[in-house]
């Protein structure tokens, strides 16, 4: 590893993504009429920090508590947030210093946000708090924060935040605290280039040596490195994974204020069915060694190539008399070239609308499909809706085919009743990385 400067490494103070984020999340239901009428405001705050004991005849350094506020619904428009800070519960641990949007009294204050934001997916902050720990304070020592908010907005004029709902806890520790600034996202890469990432410096803001340190790299199904180092091992995607994982083990020592950086730039091949992409890099102290302040262990580098993915649904014909079941399988396929995974918010990577065939009901339906009303509001009763959403995985790799096996019993023979197939993304209309929207409708004709 080489040395480079501190100043090339902004401890910005960014949670990053674990392995964990790779993996699959839940796809949200609908809002319903009732949920686009209320809101609510919300703090964001980290649930804990922890400090460093202040050297002996000197001052702690300031650590960073970014506090946020956010409300739920984009109907309506917040304005005039005001936070109120309690430090009180840090009397004897840790000192707080105010920005310039609070105006303290004591140990509270209270700071002004002009305009409250909708909740998005990531995290932004406009209460910059700084804390370290008081001279006195000793290893272990603890306190809380507390916070409270009001904002003017909101169905009723005004919002609050749930009471006695949000704090943080303030440790007094002792030892390494290493950190990756967040790279910026990659636009536009080229597939089948290669191309080199930012850099992945490792800083330790904490009071001890790091003696050594770990590096954990996850890369999605569209990336390969093209960059190997001796002290790292490489684990390809196994069966039903879309990830490489890599594990390194490097014996530099990082000494407090000093950054390190990887022993040659990273270089990662863009493969030719790359389009939304992500390498999540986490560094940890080795040897055993904790590493006192964890939110800034891990980033996520965000690549989007520029590609397409043409999404079709193949739907078919059947026939049958009044009173049988008959089986109707309809598909979805990606014809590529590139694959498409949502691996950061574990959206579905499409959802199949199937309205059902006049005079036929569902009573064989797949496990992914979920019954709706036509309007698509959720119903209790699995078999017989008339409309069912069918959910695709978070990902879907080029030029595959999924098969929705349905079975339609025929309770009136109707000449051609039709079911309307429909491909779409869980929130939206249409996919933007789609060259051909017009086959991503289709039908299921019953007795033509």
């Avoid at 993504?17 to 980290?46: F, K, M, R």
């Avoid at 409270?148 to 303030?170: K, R």
């Avoid at 060694?289 to 190539?305: G, W």
């Avoid at 990902?395 to 079975?407: E, G, I, L, R, S």
Wanted: hydrophobic fraction near 35%; proline fraction near 9%.
């Amino acid at each position: 590893m080489r040395p480079v400067s501190v100043s090339r490494a902004l401890r910005l103070g960014a949670t990053g993504a674990a392995a964990a984020a790779l993996t699959a999340g839940l796809a949200a239901a609908p809002a319903s009429a009732e949920d686009e009428q209320t809101d609510q405001l919300w703090i964001q705050v980290p649930y804990e920090r922890t400090v460093t004991v202040a050297p002996a005849g000197g001052s702690a350094r300031y650590r960073d508590l970014p506090v946020g506020l956010h409300h739920d619904n984009s109907t309506f428009t917040v304005t005039d947030g005001r936070l109120t800070v309690d430090a009180s519960g840090l009397a004897g641990v840790a000192e707080v210093a105010w920005p310039d949007n609070c105006v303290p009294s004591g140990s509270t204050a209270v700071c002004s946000v002009p305009e409250v934001p909708v909740q998005g997916w990531g995290y932004e902050e406009q209460v910059k708090l700084k804390v370290r720990a008081l001279p006195e304070a000793a290893s272990g020592a603890q306190g809380k924060i507390t916070y409270e908010a009001t904002a003017q907005g909101g169905p009723d004029g005004e919002l609050v935040a749930p009471h006695n709902s949000f704090d943080t806890t303030v440790t007094v520790g002792s030892g390494p605290d290493l950190g990756v600034a967040p790279p910026a996202k990659l636009e536009g890469a080229r597939p089948g280039s290669t191309v080199t990432t930012p850099s992945f410096a490792v800083t330790n803001t904490g009071n001890e040596p790091a003696n050594g340190f770990t590096v954990q790299m996850w890369a999605t199904y569209g990336l390969g490195f093209a960059t190997k180092y001796p002290s790292c091992a490489y684990t390809p995607p196994g069966t039903g994974s879309t990830v490489t994982r890599v594990s390194c083990a490097f014996d530099t020592v990082v000494a407090p204020g000093a950054t390190v950086d990887l022993p040659e730039p990273l270089k990662l091949d863009i493969a030719k069915h790359a389009l939304y992409e992500r390498l999540d890099f986490g560094v940890e102290p080795a040897g055993g060694a904790t590493d006192i302040q964890t939110d800034d262990n891990n980033v996520s580098f965000i690549v989007e190539a520029a590609n397409k993915a043409d999404f079709a649904v193949r739907g078919g014909t059947v026939r049958g008399k009044a009173g049988t079941t008959v089986p109707a399988t309809f598909s979805f396929l990606n014809r590529g070239p590139a694959w498409v995974s949502h691996t950061g918010s574990g959206d579905p990577a499409a959802v199949v609308e199937f309205r059902v065939p006049q005079g036929t009901r569902a009573t064989t339906v797949p496990d992914s499909c979920e019954p709706r009303t036509l309007t698509g509001a959720p119903l209790d009763q699995r078999l017989g809706a008339p409309r069912y959403d069918c959910y695709l995985p978070f990902w879907v790799k080029q030029h595959t085919k999924v098969d929705f096996p349905f079975a339609l019993t025929i309770d009136t023979v109707l000449k051609a009743a039709t079911g309307k197939l429909t491909a779409h993304p869980d929130w939206g209309t249409s996919f933007p990385f789609d060259p051909n929207p017009r086959n991503n409708t289709s039908k299921l004709v019953v007795n033509p």
